[in-house]
């Protein structure tokens, strides 16, 4: 998809650059919302990756210094854990 | 920011924005003002379930409405909602549980929605990785779903905004101006606009703004409870398509996300009445027991969220909709106790004509609904209250 564009800025649910500059030219420029609706930040690395990215993005496009940005909740757990681990009938690893 | 308005909507969730997004439509002149960003308070934070299998008439007939809206609703909003008919499926552990199936279903067929009873085996058909062996039947509606909170609210707001409607985020009320009982607009952090109709959609922060109107918090005692949801990693799609809940096992419940795969969680652990949303431990592992009981191969998915929320409980787990007598032009939409999302396109309909027209063509009983029915001591039956 030639729309969608190439550039991957989140892994995990494979969104790309054009995808969420797109979003931010139509006046969404709110991080909060930006994630919900494009799904970035939700995947299993939890924004690691694609946050830093796409706080940058937004500076740039609508003129703010990076930490004028206000990061989104990071939810636990902090990194994937396997269900039965959590009720105790796993191992893991 | 504008200074004068025919209606103010406070609260920018589900119910709030499919207010607005009516009244632009009725060609109302509408601002709506939310504190946070759309859907931050509740809507954002639910299980995206949409269901008509209530066990009263009243709530049953509204969402057997609100099904017909859900099925066109991203066509009317020009704006994809991901609503999927994937259906609810009850679960019984026994025999008494079974008789009571039969029964709702009854109700349910009575009023069009087509409920019936089926087989563990035949559950197994329609969510593979059940745990059939378990339960003794299954109360199935195939027309009940689910759809995209987030995508919902921004379609609401996006067409609202496109029919004139003017919607403030990070904009909270700080008062509502009365003057000999009658509404004369609200104070926000921003600026004052003034309105002669002002619209309560704040659900679990309701009652601070029915204070500020000069009514008693205990008028229409809307409390705060946490509840929370977990969700896994993406899996395959179509494995449990439905929502899954065996009412008896705490009303745990699952489904896959219509958008990723991954499976919500959900039990009935709650805490409150609070304004608290730190995720608990203790919620974490009851939710997984019960879970990989359901579907015991959820062992071995890998969870990655948890969140908290707010169901905003009346006594009876009923919303409080319609108007306020005390005050002219004051009216509420509040107090969805965790039915909120599921509402919304056939509550903001009728709140709208209610307005604008004086009455609606939605089957909304008002008087089931009542704001007032507290301060007279009348409880309705409470609504059957999951997902």
Redesign the interface.
Known sequence: MTEKGEKIICRC?DVTLEEIEALIDQGVT?I??IK??L?VG???C?GRTCIPMIVSIIARKIGKKPDEIKLP?T???VR?????V??G??DEE | MKSKAEVVVIGGGSTGTSIAYHLAKLGADVVLVEKG????GST?RCATGIRQQFTDEANIKLQRYNIERWEKLSEELEYDVNFKQTGYLFLATTEEEVEAFKENIKLHNKFDVPTRLISPEEAKEIVPPLNADEFLAGQWNPTDGKANP??TV?AFARKAKELGAEIY?YTEVIDVIAENNEVKGVKTDKGTIKADVVINAANAWAPIINEMVGLDKEFIPIKPYKHQLVK???LKEGQINPLVCPPAWNDSYLLQDG??GGVLCGTGLEYGPTYDMT?TYEF??EV??W??KIVPA??????????AGFYAKTPDSNPAIGKINYIDGFYIAAGFSGHGFMMAPGVGEAMAELIVKGETKVPLDWDWYDPHRFERGELRSTAFQIG
């Open positions: 649910n709110d909060e919302t919900r609706l799904r939700m995947g299993p939890q909740t939810r636990i757990p994937p854990v396997p269900a039965g959590l009720v009938e796993m | 960003y759309l859907g931050s954002f987030f995508k921004f985020e896994t990693e993406p958008e990723d995720a974490l592992r997984l027991k879970a990989t959820l062992k071995y998915a890998h969870v990655i969220r948890q969140w």
